[in-house]
């Protein structure tokens, strides 16, 4: 098993500044893939980034491009995002999620899929004032 417990949300005016982190914990080795989600009430879980093992690739939503970054310490077993530039449309409940299945990376569209996740966080809000 696989826990995940995501930090850093928060209000913030549009133009600001957060930090998501999700800590990993239990059979860490395992964790291949990492990503981050985002739902409001009403929508499907939408894809924001993800990051592979060794952080050599990532991926990103176009709306969220050259606003985020997606970032890991193995070390740590943690997962960062770094949230610049924030508007209103960014306001949701953020998920971390990750896979234990062993598949390093995949197409864009396979990295964007919440199916393809099989260990979640709690969430952390994250409101952006206009």
């Known amino acids: 098993q696989v826990q995940l417990v995501e930090s850093g949300g928060g209000l913030v005016q549009a133009g600001g500044s957060l930090r998501l982190s999700c800590a990993a914990s239990g059979r860490t080795f395992s964790i291949y893939r990492m990503a981050w989600f985002r739902q409001v009430p009403g929508k499907e879980r939408e894809f924001v980034a993800a990051i592979s093992r060794n952080g050599y690739y990532t991926y990103y939503t176009d709306s969220v491009k050259g606003r985020f970054t997606i970032s890991r310490d193995n070390a740590k077993n943690t997962v960062y995002l770094q949230m610049n530039s924030l508007k209103p449309e960014d306001t949701a409940v953020y998920y971390c999620?990750?896979?234990?299945?062993?598949?390093?990376?995949?197409?864009?569209?396979?990295?964007?899929?919440?199916?393809?996740?099989?260990?979640w966080g709690q969430g952390t809000q994250v409101t952006v004032s206009s």
């Open positions: 999620a990750t896979d234990s299945s062993g598949i390093a990376w995949g197409t864009s569209a396979f990295v964007a899929a919440p199916g393809k996740y099989d260990y």
